[in-house]
């Protein structure tokens, strides 16, 4: 792992990338030939609204210690919340914050001290580009944070603020994972995914290791083919870029959004390390990102530009499962036809309700015979409400291993899409033909909607539009040209 650094800038994958995954694997350091072992019962928690996005907890073992691990993450997210935050005006960091300093070193908790000082080691290491230091416009970036660790202390200079989001949520799924184990000594295997920053441990679902796939997301798609699929066994995943969450990328220089900056995918040991480098690598110069990395134990990168090329570190492709080629789209003996996909145009209406929750929405590809091809888009999955889209667990999810998390923002109301290039869900190449596209849409405290359409899919363009119903706004699928 690590190694000399080299660019593949002729390799294109498409423009960001965020993360999904799935419930199989190998391992993180290499990949295990040998056969895994059979699959373990497993559990899935999710809860909305955690430190401002979504939390995914994937357990494996029985339901008492799934049950109590989840518990204890859940607590310890809440713990360091009240320290960590720069959101909540009653936390720890926003009392160092407002503090006048006067020059004086300020006593501080463990969590806070460790986040801190994992903050200013990563600004050294990225020359400056990771930065949480603050000042208001205008004004000169003032002496360093002095930290001294046997006091447990913190000196901040009068007029500078610390920001720790790029590494105090990496931290806090690193803490959670602890924390579960610890109440739980008995799992199998862990998973904690917080707003995209996925830490995991142990056996899989399906047994080995845990299976991350990079997918292409240009358009806030998560459905775009996979670019790569990784093995992971005791390590965190973690990916930063424009295009996932909006401008939240900062340039160190004014403090303003960066601009254009690239997409990046981090591995590494632990999710703080991999969400804080991940943040820094989107602005470095990329050739710059890679030395980083490589002069790193264990981690990997690949980084995306906003023009299609891309930069892998030596060792990312020895991260890939042994079936990670069945997700990619570069079977040259398909009958697909090349450079053609079919784009799902979906909406989420706004419905003025109270206790308004998000729909959970399904996205599924069937042949004529109605026979499964390829499941598309899964939002939502807490396991308890998967089946609340009947028509597709009924027919398909139940008989199928679903997702075990998506990294990716919450889907509020608006406009988004699913993209088909032509791969099914077992990796090989579909046919041209005729095929039924379907969607379904199912919300806590609310209705259900299915709705779906014919289209054939070949060499000629096909197009079709379907008007809004209830808990779907209007949908529109088209074939062509790879958007």
Same mark, same amino acid.
């Given at each position: 792992?690590?190694?000399?650094?080299?660019?593949?800038?002729?390799?294109?994958?498409?423009?960001?990338?965020?993360?999904?995954?799935?419930?199989?694997?190998?391992?993180?350091?290499?990949?295990?030939?040998?056969?895994?072992?059979?699959?373990?019962?497993?559990?899935?928690?999710?809860?909305?609204?955690?430190?401002?996005?979504?939390? $995914?907890?994937?357990?494996?073992?029985?339901?008492?210690?799934?049950?109590?691990?989840?518990?204890?993450?859940?607590?310890?997210?809440?713990?360091?919340?009240?320290?960590?935050?720069?959101?909540?005006?009653?936390?720890?960091?926003?009392?160092?914050?407002?503090?006048?300093?006067?020059?004086?070193?300020?006593?501080?908790?463990?969590?806070?001290?460790?986040?801190?000082?994992?903050? #200013?080691?990563?600004?050294?290491?990225?020359?400056? @580009?990771?930065?949480?230091?603050?000042?208001?416009?205008?004004?000169?970036?003032?002496?360093?944070? @002095?930290?001294?660790?046997?006091?447990?202390?913190?000196?901040?200079?009068?007029?500078?603020?610390?920001?720790?989001?790029?590494?105090?949520?990496?931290?806090?799924?690193?803490?959670?994972?602890?924390?579960?184990?610890?109440?739980?000594?008995?799992?199998?295997?862990?998973?904690? $995914?917080?707003?995209?920053?996925?830490?995991?441990?142990?056996?899989?679902?399906?047994?080995?290791?845990?299976?991350?796939? @990079?997918?292409?997301?240009?358009?806030? $798609?998560?459905?775009?083919?996979?670019?790569? @699929?990784?093995?992971?066994?005791?390590?965190?995943?973690?990916?930063?870029?424009?295009?996932?969450?909006?401008?939240?990328?900062?340039?160190?220089?004014?403090?303003?959004?960066?601009?254009?900056?690239?997409?990046?995918?981090?591995?590494?040991?632990?999710?703080?390390?991999? $969400?804080?480098?991940?943040?820094?690598?989107?602005?470095?110069?990329?050739?710059?990102?890679?030395?980083?990395?490589?002069?790193?134990?264990?981690?990997?990168?690949?980084?995306?530009?906003?023009?299609?090329?891309?930069?892998?570190?030596?060792?990312?492709?020895?991260?890939?499962?042994?079936?990670?080629?069945?997700?990619?789209?570069?079977?040259?003996?398909?009958?697909?036809?090349?450079?053609?996909?079919?784009?799902?145009?979906?909406?989420?209406?706004?419905?003025?309700?109270?206790?308004?929750?998000?729909?959970?929405?399904?996205?599924?590809?069937?042949?004529?015979?109605?026979?499964?091809?390829?499941?598309?888009?899964?939002?939502?999955?807490?396991?308890?409400?998967?089946?609340?889209?009947?028509?597709?667990?009924?027919?398909?999810?139940?008989?199928?291993?679903?997702?075990?998390?998506?990294?990716?923002?919450?889907?509020?109301?608006?406009?988004?899409?699913?993209?088909?290039?032509?791969?099914?869900?077992?990796?090989?190449?579909?046919?041209?033909?005729?095929?039924?596209?379907?969607?379904?849409?199912?919300?806590?405290?609310?209705?259900?909607?299915?709705?779906?359409?014919?289209?054939?899919?070949?060499?000629?363009?096909?197009?079709?539009?379907?008007?809004?119903? #209830?808990?779907?706004?209007?949908?529109?699928?088209?074939?062509?040209?790879?958007?």
């Amino acid at each position: 792992m690590g190694g000399p650094a080299r660019s593949r800038g002729s390799r294109t994958m498409g423009q960001s990338l965020w993360l999904r995954s799935l419930s199989a694997g190998a391992g993180i350091a290499a990949i295990a030939a040998a056969a895994a072992p059979a699959a373990a019962q497993s559990h899935r928690f999710h809860d909305d609204h955690i430190l401002g996005t979504s939390l $995914d907890v994937v357990a494996v073992g029985g339901e008492g210690s799934a049950l109590v691990a989840v518990a204890a993450a859940r607590a310890e997210i809440a713990r360091l919340d009240r320290i960590l935050s720069g959101w909540r005006d009653d936390s720890e960091l926003s009392g160092l914050n407002r503090r006048v300093a006067d020059g004086a070193a300020i006593p501080v908790s463990d969590d806070l001290f460790g986040v801190v000082a994992a903050a #200013e080691r990563w600004r050294a290491a990225s020359d400056g @580009v990771f930065d949480a230091r603050r000042v208001d416009s205008g004004r000169a970036m003032p002496d360093a944070v @002095v930290l001294d660790p046997a006091a447990r202390s913190v000196t901040r200079p009068d007029g500078l603020r610390l920001d720790l989001d790029g590494v105090a949520k990496g931290w806090i799924v690193d803490a959670a994972v602890a924390a579960a184990r610890r109440a739980a000594p008995d799992l199998a295997g862990l998973m904690v $995914d917080i707003g995209g920053d996925v830490r995991c441990w142990g056996s899989g679902p399906a047994g080995g290791c845990w299976r991350i796939g @990079v997918a292409s997301a240009g358009r806030m $798609d998560e459905t775009a083919p996979a670019a790569a @699929v990784l093995a992971i066994a005791d390590g965190a995943v973690a990916s930063s870029g424009s295009a996932a969450r909006g401008g939240h990328i900062l340039s160190p220089a004014d403090g303003r959004p960066a601009a254009r900056p690239h997409a990046a995918t981090v591995v590494a040991g632990s999710t703080a390390d991999a $969400d804080a480098l991940a943040t820094a690598f989107t602005l470095l110069p990329p050739e710059r990102s890679l030395r980083i990395a490589a002069g790193l134990p264990g981690v990997e990168a690949m980084i995306v530009a906003d023009d299609g090329r891309t930069w892998l570190t030596d060792g990312w492709d020895g991260l890939t499962a042994g079936d990670a080629g069945m997700l990619r789209s570069s079977d040259a003996a398909s009958a697909w036809p090349a450079g053609q996909a079919l784009t799902v145009g979906y909406q989420i209406p706004k419905i003025e309700a109270e206790n308004y929750r998000a729909p959970y929405v399904a996205i599924w590809v069937t042949d004529e015979k109605r026979q499964l091809v390829r499941t598309l888009l899964l939002l939502g999955n807490e396991a308890r409400w998967l089946d609340s889209n009947y028509v597709w667990w009924r027919r398909y999810g139940r008989k199928t291993e679903g997702l075990d998390a998506m990294t990716k923002p919450s889907r509020q109301p608006g406009t988004y899409s699913a993209v088909w290039d032509g791969t099914t869900d077992d990796g090989a190449r579909a046919a041209p033909g005729r095929y039924l596209i379907h969607v379904e849409a199912a919300r806590e405290h609310g209705g259900h909607t299915y709705q779906s359409a014919e289209l054939d899919l070949g060499a000629e363009p096909a197009e079709v539009s379907i008007p809004a119903k #209830e808990e779907l706004g209007a949908l529109t699928m088209r074939y062509g040209k790879t958007p």
